[in-house]
């Protein structure tokens, strides 16, 4: 992951420079140097998956393929700085969210109307702004056009379905109650998809040329149980998490009212009282430790917690099981067992 990671951040770090670079104002700065800023940090997973999906079928390391797998980081920062507007979230990777810092922007500035207003513009430009520049990367990523091109149906559908499942999530915010099932539909698609699956898929058919039939099996089989238990993992950082680790405060998921697997499971086993408290304190903006300290004991008293913690524990093991019948390098087989640990067993 090392050395991954180094050829991911340096083919992130050129692309970024040279878009610092094109003509324009200084005006622009800001907005260049948040993007900037927001990439250097990340876990670089996705550009992982893609890249050992390209090497389980047979690629090379040929520079394109770096290239390629770095611009799904680009991606990623666009459904960050979007999902902290849509959930007025303060802080990402331990520094402001993007929204914050062009509302400072403009109150250092003294400019006229609202700072709030400006800022959330600036941040669903710079989100838009993100999501062109993968597009861009990708296309220039330097690998052949005929593998290019049997991949784009992959990555237009996986952002597609990004795009879907953000809509999906705002969807059972709105609606207040979920159930286990639109939970774990919302898990899929908003972030389990386009952090494993797609990537791995995208890997394998830019290597192939082609879909083949296997791939399929070990994208729904390995990348989907992979990726429904990374989100879990999510899920339960956003409520217990380290904030020194998670660079978010903790309980930000509470207070922003997450329907997560997580608060679904507590809610089907809670007690009337207990989901009363649950209902009553989910989504407060103004939530104290004393409010998060409440709502995690009655997460843990629930064995919600331990029923999340037992899930992903179960679908790792299909996950590990579903790669051993996999027709691919055995070097390529032991890097995604390790990915899919570190991704389902992080602390950040």
């Known amino acids: 992951m090392d050395d991954l990671r180094a050829q991911v951040d340096r083919r992130l770090r050129e692309f970024v420079e040279r878009q610092l670079h094109t003509p324009g104002g200084a005006e622009f700065e800001p907005l260049r140097t948040a993007a900037a800023d927001l990439l250097s940090g990340g876990k670089r997973l996705r550009p992982a998956f893609c890249y050992w999906g390209w090497r389980a079928a047979g690629g090379t390391d040929e520079p394109g393929v770096f290239t390629a797998a770095a611009s799904l980081e680009l991606l990623q920062a666009s459904a960050l700085v979007h999902d902290d507007v849509m959930d007025k979230s303060d802080l990402r990777r331990g520094m402001p969210a993007a929204h914050r810092r062009f509302e400072t922007l403009h109150g250092k500035s003294g400019w006229q109307g609202s700072a709030e207003q400006f800022g959330e513009g600036a941040a669903i430009l710079l989100g838009n702004l993100l999501l062109i520049w993968s597009g861009e990367m990708w296309r220039t990523?330097?690998?052949?056009?005929?593998?290019?091109?049997?991949?784009?149906?992959?990555?237009?559908?996986?952002?597609?379905?990004?795009?879907?499942?953000?809509?999906?999530?705002?969807?059972?915010?709105?609606?207040?109650?979920?159930?286990?099932?639109?939970?774990?539909?919302?898990?899929?698609?908003?972030?389990?998809?386009?952090?494993?699956?797609?990537?791995?898929?995208?890997?394998?058919?830019?290597?192939?040329?082609?879909?083949?039939?296997?791939?399929?099996?070990?994208?729904?089989?390995?990348?989907?149980?992979?990726?429904?238990?990374?989100?879990?993992?999510?899920?339960?950082?956003?409520?217990?998490?380290?904030?020194?680790?998670?660079?978010?405060?903790?309980?930000?998921?509470l207070r922003e009212g997450k329907r997560t697997m997580l608060v679904a499971r507590t809610l089907a086993a809670a007690s009337a009282h207990q989901a009363s408290t649950v209902r009553g304190l989910l989504g407060d903006r103004h939530l104290d430790e004393r409010g998060v300290a409440t709502l995690r004991e009655i997460i843990e008293g629930t064995g919600a917690l331990r029923e999340c913690e037992d899930l992903i524990g179960d679908y790792l093991t299909e996950a590990l099981a579903a790669l051993e019948q996999a027709p691919i390098t055995p070097e390529a087989r032991a890097a995604l067992a390790d990915l899919a640990v570190a991704a389902t067993s992080r602390r950040t």
């Not at 979920?178 to 797609?198: C, D, F, M, P, Q």
């Not at 994208?219 to 956003?238: E, N, P």
Request: hydrophobic letters at 40%.
């Open 141 to 253: 990523s330097g690998l052949p056009p005929e593998s290019l091109a049997a991949a784009q149906p992959v990555h237009d559908h996986m952002r597609t379905e990004l795009m879907c499942g953000q809509y999906l999530d705002l969807l059972e915010q709105a609606a207040g109650e979920n159930t286990v099932e639109s939970a774990l539909r919302v898990a899929l698609y908003k972030s389990g998809k386009y952090s494993v699956e797609h990537p791995l898929r995208l890997g394998l058919v830019l290597a192939a040329g082609k879909l083949e039939p296997w791939m399929d099996e070990l994208c729904t089989a390995y990348g989907t149980r992979v990726g429904i238990a990374f989100q879990q993992r999510d899920d339960i950082l956003g409520v217990f998490g380290d904030p020194a680790r998670t660079g978010k405060p903790a309980g930000d998921d």
